[in-house]
């Protein structure tokens, strides 16, 4: 419901209406809206941590595949839900500006995927797959960035033109 009404467009009462709750089990489990959309941002990194998790961690790919396969399984996952994009992108968008805990909070998100990608990008190096002179914890920055914008051209077009485009330039071109 955050993702697709955003933060200030969500009100308390609609998701106690979706989850059947009474007013005060909100209360019970939150201290208040921000509180409930932290760990909202909480829970659905924890979603991010497992497919990182399953895909960075397998032995199945090389460490290049491996690190696309993550934004691939991320890309179905978005098609399954309409195309919205990112929580992420989408929050920290929206509030960024308003509020240093959701700016702070999301960015040491974002940048915790670049940390994983980054690592498997540097196996890649290893391997081979990459330059030798790669930076690659500047190119996992690079990558999460254009796929939140990807994600945003997803979210506006409702479709994974986007996402498929960046993610077939992006691999082609650290490649190069």
Not at 33 to 40: P, T
Not at 94 to 113: K, M, N, P, T
Request: glycine share 10%.
């Amino acid at each position: 419901m955050l993702l697709e009404h955003g933060y200030h467009g969500l009100g308390i009462q609609a998701v106690l209406e979706a989850a059947r709750a009474p007013k005060g089990s909100f209360y019970h489990h939150f201290v208040d809206k921000e509180d409930f959309a932290l760990q909202v941002i909480d829970q659905y990194m924890a979603a991010v941590h497992a497919g990182l998790d399953a895909c960075l961690g397998s032995t199945d790919r090389p460490p290049l595949a491996r690190a696309r396969f993550f934004f691939e399984m991320t890309q179905e996952s978005y098609g399954r839900e309409g195309y919205l994009g990112c929580l992420l992108g989408g929050l920290g968008q929206e509030l960024s500006g308003a509020s240093d805990v959701f700016r702070l909070r999301i960015e040491q998100c974002l940048s915790y995927i670049a940390e994983r990608i980054g690592a498997t990008l540097e196996e890649a190096r290893h391997a081979g797959e990459l330059p030798a002179s790669t930076d690659t914890a500047h190119l996992a920055n690079l990558l999460v960035d254009c796929w939140e914008g990807a994600a945003l051209r997803s979210r506006l077009r409702g479709e994974p033109s986007s996402l498929t485009v960046m993610l077939d330039f992006f691999f082609r071109a650290a490649t190069a």
